[in-house]
């Protein structure tokens, strides 16, 4: 499957559909799930495993800096519909119309899209102060 590489110059490349046990290989638990993985980098993504698409990827490849910070920015945003008054539906579609296209944190790709996000997280807690 052709998936957009962060780690290869942005490109997208021809990627080999792999399990956890290949990338995860201290992860048991992890063993059966599929992933997408970039032969030429080694970065990888995982897919959509618990949908009727179990092998569709769950956004691009991307490096182990940028999986990083989006882990940083479930931490910052979750919280906003994990324990505020607002439905994860109502935060993503706010994130949606500010970034102009569906947001989904998997389709964060580089350090402007990560400071992008961060800052209208901060602008949706200062408009939307319980």
Avoid at 39 to 60: A, E, M, R, S, Y
Avoid at 70 to 86: A, E, F, Q, S, T
Wanted: proline letters at 4%.
């Amino acid at each position: 499957m052709k998936i957009l590489c962060c780690g290869c110059d942005n490109k997208k490349i021809d990627s080999r559909l792999t399990n956890g046990r290949e990338v995860y290989p201290h992860r048991e638990d992890l063993f059966e799930i599929p992933f997408w993985k970039c032969d030429t980098c080694g970065n990888f993504v995982g897919c959509h495993h618990k949908t009727d698409d179990p092998t569709k990827p769950l956004g691009c490849i991307v490096t182990k800096e940028i999986k990083t910070e989006r882990y940083k920015l479930h931490k910052i945003i979750d919280p906003l519909w994990k324990i505020g008054n607002h439905s994860r539906t109502y935060v993503y579609k706010w994130l949606s119309k500010k970034m102009g296209k569906r947001y989904h944190t998997g389709n964060v790709k580089n350090m402007k899209d990560v400071n992008k996000v961060i800052d209208l997280i901060n602008e949706f807690k200062k408009e939307h102060r319980d």
